[in-house]
């Protein structure tokens, strides 16, 4: 394999949160992260204006997706949560790019290998060996595939819970 192919399999392999990366105390939630609150089988999402401890009584959070709360704010895009009434706290930590690539570079290399050693018998003048063409399809739809379901799973929220 070629460097900046062997950099691309490790940056994707190698990815993982730092200690600096993770919250101090996670029973504190900072202001400006979004948010689910549940109640039952219901959820308020938004993005926290103050930030909430174990003890407090109620907390503000901007409605989100939506427009951005500026200054002066509007009374219609401000909700309250109450920390005693919800049954549990979702924080958003990042995108689901990772699980995606994983699924992208599984099915995209069974995919493509699969066809490559499948039409690999059609080949009559100069061919490689079955097994290089198996090689060659399973990594080439891995990192194709890897690319694709890393770019589809970044636009799908990964939550933590907290509470």
Do not use: N
């Not at 730092?18 to 219901?42: E, F, N």
């Not at 570079?105 to 995919?111: D, E, H, I, K, T």
Request: glycine share 14%; charged share 15%.
């Amino acid at each position: 394999m070629r460097p900046t192919q062997v950099c691309l399999v490790l940056s994707m392999v190698l990815v993982s949160a730092a200690s600096a990366q993770r919250p101090d105390d996670p029973l504190v939630v900072d202001s400006g992260l979004v948010v689910r609150a549940w109640v039952g089988s219901v959820a308020a999402r938004g993005r926290l204006l103050m930030p909430m401890h174990v003890a407090t009584d109620s907390v503000a959070y901007c409605r989100f997706p939506g427009p951005p709360c500026v200054a002066p704010v509007q009374p219609h895009q401000v909700g309250w949560f109450h920390p005693r009434e919800f049954d549990h706290l979702d924080v958003q930590v990042g995108t689901k790019a990772r699980h995606g690539a994983w699924v992208g570079a599984v099915s995209g290399g069974l995919v493509i290998g699969g066809l490559a050693a499948a039409f690999s018998g059609f080949c009559e003048y100069r061919c490689p060996s079955d097994t290089e063409v198996l090689f060659k399809g399973l990594v080439g739809g891995g990192l194709v595939g890897g690319l694709v379901g890393a770019l589809i799973g970044s636009g799908f929220p990964r939550f933590e819970r907290r509470f």
